[in-house]
């Protein structure tokens, strides 16, 4: 269970975060979707330690994050863009994250998929931005452990097919009950995937239940009609 | 932190810097001791060539590994391992990369001319020295500057700055203090800024040990009648320590309220 309890964050005059309370039970699979400035990074780099709220707490599987650096066992995360250091191989890179997890790492199933054998012994700055993206995702998915899973545009950048195997990969993960967080604007990708949905809006909490229930209450069959409506109801209340 | 020590290490280990550094120490310390008539002469040269290098170097370096590394830092940073431990050791691993090539750099030249078993071993021993301490120094002061800027080009404009304040502003500041002041007592003024100045500080240190009055300045004559050699290579010492000290407490205090 992931709580979030009063949360602020200000970068200098901005406020990003405007109080946010929400508890994310265990198992389910939540979007994170906002306009552009609303907020979704912030929460998201709040929840890991890179950006330290003003007040507010985040308890993770009943422990605050900010006083237990330990917690951040149980994630994995994927940057949306990585630059890892460039003189070292795909395989001393995957050696130093076992390294500095202290965990082996369940990476063959990814090479596999993303057909990364030729890759293993290449300098970092000799691959595609295409194959640096996906030894982005081996890296940061590859610790099969974790129970959750947290997402920042994951599938920018990727082929159609790498694209599907990701997806397939994260099916698989939520029929095994992990908690998986994803922060994206490809609603097609939602739908595929979240059964829940976090609309931020202005650093706020606009809307937060199950994407089934969002579609009821606008009377939508597909989610980018009833996200429109949502913003097209925030214009006509601000003027 | 041990881990990001090693990683941070080995990646400056085989990086292209790594032997530019090594290579430049190394033709410098080789043509000065091949030019040079005695080897305290040769010491000296070098310790003015490393007293304006090192500085610009290390700062140099710190600044661009840690902006080149700034993402995967973000990386790091949402692993299950201290922030104090991924930049400290971070800071430590580009120190010690730096170290190391100076070292080598300096080193091989004197190893090969037979340094141990000649008497000048101490004041050459002082020199390499000195050498590590402002590369700590000067790394830390960099490392703390683009922790502070998140912009880039300021960051470096920042250091850039830095690095001339201690080399050339800093000189010219005292001498007008001097000249303006020079009807009042001013060794306790010129002793403390002195220490505040980490450049002058290794110079006085290599000086005291050397014995050139002629070359110490005013800053180093007035250390040497305020202090004898031992209380002046002592308290020069400690005050470089505390400069790398004092660093790292700011580095620390830094990291834990940075956004990233």
Redesign the interface.
């Known amino acids: 269970m992931i709580k979030i309890q009063n949360l602020r964050k200000s ?1 200098g005059n901005l406020e990003v975060l405007k109080n946010i309370n929400i508890e994310i039970p265990n198992t389910s699979s939540l979007a994170i979707l906002g306009p552009n400035g609303s907020g979704k990074s912030t929460l998201i ?1 709040s929840m ?5 709220p003003n007040s507010g707490n985040i308890i993770i599987n009943n422990q605050l994050t900010h006083k237990n ?5 149980q ?1 994995s ?1 994927l ?1 949306q ?5 460039e ?2 191989t795909v395989n001393e890179l995957i050696k ?2 076992e ?3 202290n965990e082996k790492a369940e990476y063959t199933y990814w090479i596999e998929q993303f057909e990364l054998q030729n890759t293993l012994t290449k300098k970092i700055k000799t691959l595609s931005g295409g194959t640096k993206q996906k030894v982005n995702i081996m890296i940061a998915l590859m610790f099969d452990k974790t129970e959750y899973i947290i997402l920042d545009e994951p599938t920018v950048g990727l082929d159609p097919i790498s694209r599907i195997k990701l997806k397939e990969w994260l099916y698989q993960k939520k029929s095994q009950n992990k908690t998986i967080l994803l922060c994206t604007h490809i609603l097609s990708d939602i739908e595929d995937i979240c059964d829940t949905l976090l609309f931020l809006l202005d650093g706020k909490v606009y809307y937060f239940g199950t994407i089934q229930e969002l579609l009821e209450s606008f009377n939508e069959n597909k989610l980018e009609n009833a996200i429109a409506k949502i913003l097209t109801h925030k214009k006509s209340n601000i003027a | 932190m041990h ?2 020590i090693k ?1 941070t290490f ?2 400056l280990f ?2 292209k810097w790594f032997l530019i550094i090594a290579l430049f120490f190394l033709s410098n310390s080789w043509g000065l001791l091949y030019f040079s008539t005695s080897l305290s002469k040769a010491i000296l040269s070098i310790l003015h060539v490393n007293i304006f290098v090192i500085p610009i170097l290390s700062a140099l370096l710190a600044s661009i590994y840690f902006y ?2 700034r ?2 830092i ?10 104090s431990a991924i930049f400290l050791g971070q800071y430590l691993g580009i120190s010690l990369s730096i170290s190391l090539a100076i070292l080598l750099g300096l080193g091989i030249p004197f190893l090969i001319y037979g340094i141990f078993s000649d008497s000048e071993i101490w004041n050459f021993l002082n020199l390499i020295m000195n050498a590590i301490l402002l590369t700590f120094i000067f790394s830390a002061i960099s490392y703390n500057i683009s922790l502070l800027m998140n912009d880039k080009i300021k960051g470096f404009g920042m250091v850039i700055l830095m690095l001339l304040m201690f080399t050339i502003i800093y000189d010219a500041v005292i001498l007008i203090l001097l000249l303006i002041f020079k009807d009042y007592p001013l060794e306790k003024l010129s002793i403390i800024l002195t220490i505040l100045n980490p450049i002058d500080l290794s110079r006085i240190n290599t000086l005291l040990k050397l014995d050139v009055s002629a070359l110490m300045g005013y800053t180093g004559a007035v250390f040497n009648k305020y202090f004898n050699t031992f209380l002046g290579t002592f308290i020069s010492y400690t005050s470089l320590f505390l400069w790398i000290f004092l660093n790292i407490i700011f580095l620390l205090s830094l990291v ?5």
């Open positions: 970068f780099k890991l330690g890179l950006v330290i650096h330990k917690i951040k066992k994630i995360y940057p863009s990585i630059q890892f250091p003189n070292i130093m994250m390294d500095i997890r | 881990k990001i990683y080995f990646d085989r990086s080149n590394s993402n995967f973000e990386l790091l940073i949402s692993l299950p391992i201290k922030r834990r309220k940075k956004d990233f």
